[in-house]
């Protein structure tokens, strides 16, 4: 295992509820580390430009739509496999099938409105993080 960063997103569902601390905390008590994170309202397009590679799928309008909704919390979590242990925290895409303790088993409200995103893969974690951040910005 070795030390990595991930990005990852608490989405408009979560912080409209106040829900920011709470998710926080379960990435910590799991041994990640914030060594970034903003709150940002993103434009439809920058949501679309996030997303495009789920252009072609049916839930990309509605998706770009929610993701714009709202605030979002954008973050960098640094740990052991921290991409790995982020999906895990994060729990299945439908909260339906998310593990119990799980942040979209206990917050999320539907496969849509899911709370978090987390990167799936080093070169989606690297890009993802380029998208929103600088290198001055992240501070292990
Ligand atoms: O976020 P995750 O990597 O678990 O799932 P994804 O397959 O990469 O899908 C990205 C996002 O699209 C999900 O987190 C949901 O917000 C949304 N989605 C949806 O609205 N309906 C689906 N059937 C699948 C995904
Ligand atoms: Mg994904």
């Known amino acids: ?3 990595e960063r991930t990005f990852s ?4 569902d979560a912080t409209r509820r106040n829900l920011t601390g709470a998710i926080n905390a379960k990435f910590e008590e799991a041994g990640l580390r ?3 994170q903003k709150r940002i309202h993103m434009t439809k397009a920058q949501a ?6 789920h252009q072609e799928r049916p839930f990309y309008d509605e998706l770009c739509e929610f993701m714009s909704s709202a605030p979002v919390v954008v973050q960098v979590l640094e740990g052991e496999d921290a991409i790995a242990k982020n999906r895990e925290i994060m729990g299945a895409t439908n909260p339906a099938d998310a593990a119990p303790g799980t942040v979209r088993a206990e917050f999320a409200e ?3 409105e899911n709370s978090v995103h987390g990167s799936d893969a080093p070169e989606t974690a690297a890009q ?3 998208y929103f951040f600088s290198g001055i910005e992240l501070v292990g």
């Open 1 to 3: 295992m070795a030390l």
């Open 9 to 12: 997103i608490i989405k408009p």
């Open 34 to 36: 914030i060594v970034a």
């Open 48 to 53: 679309g430009k996030f997303y495009e590679v």
């Open 110 to 112: 539907s496969v849509g």
């Open 128 to 130: 993802e993080i380029a």
